[in-house]
């Protein structure tokens, strides 16, 4: 092939490479992510473009190695965007308050003993004990009429003593995962 033909599949991966990063910019603020990740795709998918067509078309890297690169940049974008993603959902829920009661028995919860907490959209909802967030489940129209609650379904909730979020659909569980994020999200 003609170098022009080669530049030029190289300029559509560039184009691949800038769609993946716009999408996972947008995703990333959409989602609520941390700046850093954004930042960091924003930077890994400009510099990426240009060091690619640049080295390229001076001679640096052959088609092959720049193909290659191309390729690893738009990978490691895909793989910033999915630790941030995993990061922001096994982010603990905000701490309870002083006056942060259980949904069910109206008990206070206290941040240093054991508690649970069911994440509904934006919502977060307390409860002291698993069985009381499991009747609030099992009876939520009737909670949500009686406390007033204008939330979202519930997606998830959390055990503060393991430090782990359960999905409610998939089960979905990561010890280890949640602890660590838990010990970054406090530094
Ligand atoms: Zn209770």
Redesign the pocket.
């Given at each position: 092939m003609e170098e022009q033909e080669l530049s030029h599949i190289l300029i559509i991966l560039a184009g691949l490479l800038r769609a993946v990063g716009i999408v996972c910019i947008i995703a990333l603020i959409f989602l609520g992510a941390r700046l850093r990740y954004i930042f960091l795709i924003a930077l890994l998918t400009v510099g990426g473009i240009f060091t690619t067509v640049l080295s390229f078309l001076l001679g640096i890297l052959s088609f092959t190695h720049a193909v290659i690169y191309e390729v690893v940049v738009i990978f490691i974008n895909l793989l910033v965007f999915f630790h941030a993603y995993w990061e922001k959902k096994s982010l603990p829920p905000p701490k309870p308050s002083e006056n942060t009661?259980?949904?069910?028995?109206?008990?206070y919860i206290k941040p240093n003993q054991e508690y649970f907490v069911l994440k509904c959209g934006e919502n977060y909802l307390y409860?002291?004990?698993e069985?009381?967030?499991k009747?609030f489940l099992e009876n939520i129209e009737e909670y949500k009429k009686f406390r007033n609650l204008q939330i979202k379904e519930p997606e998830c909730y959390y055990i503060h003593s393991k430090r782990l979020w359960v999905d409610l659909k998939q089960k979905e569980v990561g010890v280890s995962k949640s602890n660590q994020y838990s010990i970054n999200a406090k530094g």
């Open positions: 009661r259980c949904m069910v028995c109206s008990a409860f002291d004990t069985e009381h967030l009747r």
